[in-house]
């Protein structure tokens, strides 16, 4: 029995059946996880990015390595050592944002490049455009450079989204009870093992098919010349 | 007293099971990545679908469930994999599943023009694939190699949860032991080697590009 749910071993196919609802209960999880983190790493990206984007070299170059060193760890052990060794500085927080926490600050190194790609990818007519006319650095960012970059900038997000989903069951490592955790359980009190992780890899499955789909579909629905701000 | 000195040896143990794994399981992967990556762009359906199939279940699917599976669930089938041989297999399966889309898009970005130079000297396929469009196609793929190879050493910390004593396995056992903030140490580690990583795939690249006599047009994400 898990979450209240009771499970039925008669068969392979009424094992299957029984556990779903549980199955369902850690998708929640997953899928919370996958957005906490998401939001993370969109807004601790663009911090990144302006960083990296300061003319000042005591603050560009800091971030950068920063970034980078993000960016080329393993995030089970950056998770590991926000889990295990933040409290011994006296900061413990629970395991499910730990988790989210981690996910975002592992992404954010993605996302950070995403930005600048996309600001780098405006043409450098436009800034030279907005120059002449005289506008304010506000109003050429606003009007003029972001929203020719979020078409471009917004499917790369996108599917970043979808490698979030699967890299959230790492999140088990640290006691979460995301899809993965709760079907090894499941196998750890059955001894069946083949049957929930199965169904986890085909639940995956779903999830990344549909997330990967809304993201084409949201990607072609973007404005291709710009999204306007106001 | 544990200091840097007691830690390190155990930890420089597990960053060579890290960096044995990581270079078997990139080699596994590159191989699955030409085959089905080319199988991706046969004219012979079954092969396609089977391409097809390979590439979105491996790249659909987390990479930490296909290890779990190989480890856990495969052994109900009657197939026993050790932890080495599940956690090689489901890193290579995996990131050739991703080096497949990197060999499809690199085969499809060689100009026509060259296919169509292969056709007029009667050149046959299979010597138009290996000898015209796979050493073109090569140099382009490099730099996303380069970015997955770093991807696949960052993967290997998992074979961690599946039992093997690769690197992060090491630090969690002596931060047991000792209390100690051990995963900094592994994480400095993983870093040093990614930074290895990507200095040898840049001289692979810059070996391959000369030989080839085109340099491909670099752009990281």
């Known amino acids: ?230 | 007293m544990e200091t840097l000195s007691t830690l390190l040896p155990p930890l420089l143990r597990g960053a060579r099971v890290t960096a044995e794994l990581a270079l078997v399981s990139t080699g596994v992967g590159a191989v699955l990545a030409f085959a089905s990556g080319i199988g991706k762009l046969s004219t012979f359906w079954p092969i396609r679908i089977l391409s097809i199939v390979y590439i979105e279940i491996f790249r659909g699917t987390s990479l930490l469930v296909q290890m779990f599976w190989l480890f856990y669930a495969l052994p109900l089938l009657g197939v026993t994999l050790g932890p080495t041989l599940a956690g090689i297999l489901a890193l290579g399966l995996n990131i050739g599943a991703y080096g497949a889309e990197v060999v499809r898009g690199a085969i499809l970005a060689v100009p026509t023009g060259q296919y169509e130079a292969a056709v007029a000297l009667n050149f046959t396929k299979r010597y138009t694939l290996w000898n015209v469009v796979l050493p073109q196609a090569l140099v382009e793929m490099m730099p996303p190699f380069g970015n997955l190879a770093v991807q696949n050493l960052k993967d290997t910390a998992l074979v961690s949860l599946i039992t093997l004593s690769d690197l992060t396995f090491r630090a969690q056992t002596l931060r047991n032991l000792t209390l100690k903030s051990v995963p900094i140490y592994s994480l400095v580690l993983y870093f040093a080697m990614a930074l290895i990583l990507m200095a040898g795939m840049r001289l692979l690249e810059r070996v391959i590009a000369n030989r080839v006599g085109v340099t491909a047009a670099r752009a990281r994400s």
């Open chain 1, 1 to 230: 029995m898990m979450f209240g749910f009771h499970w039925n071993t008669s068969s392979n196919w009424a094992f299957a059946g029984s556990i779903i609802p549980i199955l369902l209960r850690g998708m929640v999880v997953t899928i919370e996880a996958t957005i906490l983190g998401f939001l993370i790493a969109l807004a601790l990206g663009l911090v990144f990015a302006l960083l990296r984007a300061v003319p000042l070299k005591i603050v560009s170059w800091p971030t950068a390595f920063v970034v980078e060193f993000l960016r080329d760890t393993p995030l089970l052990v950056q998770l590991y050592f926000l889990y295990f060794v933040l409290p011994n500085y006296g900061l413990v927080l629970p395991a499910f944002l730990t988790g989210a926490i981690a996910l975002g600050l592992q992404y954010s190194a993605y996302t950070s490049e995403v930005y600048r790609a996309g600001l780098e990818a405006v043409p450098r007519g436009q800034w030279e455009a907005s120059l002449a006319l005289n506008m304010p650095m506000l109003l050429v960012y606003r009007d003029v450079v972001v929203p020719q970059a979020i078409p471009r900038i917004i499917p790369a997000l996108g599917n970043y989204l979808v490698s979030i989903i699967k890299d959230t069951p790492i999140l088990s490592a640290v006691t979460v009870l995301e899809m993965l955790n709760v079907a090894t359980i499941i196998g750890d009190r059955t001894f069946r093992y083949l049957v929930p992780l199965s169904m986890v890899g085909g639940l995956f499955l779903i999830l990344t098919l549909v997330s990967a789909w809304l993201v084409r579909v949201v990607e072609r629905r973007l404005p291709h010349d710009g999204l306007p701000l106001r």
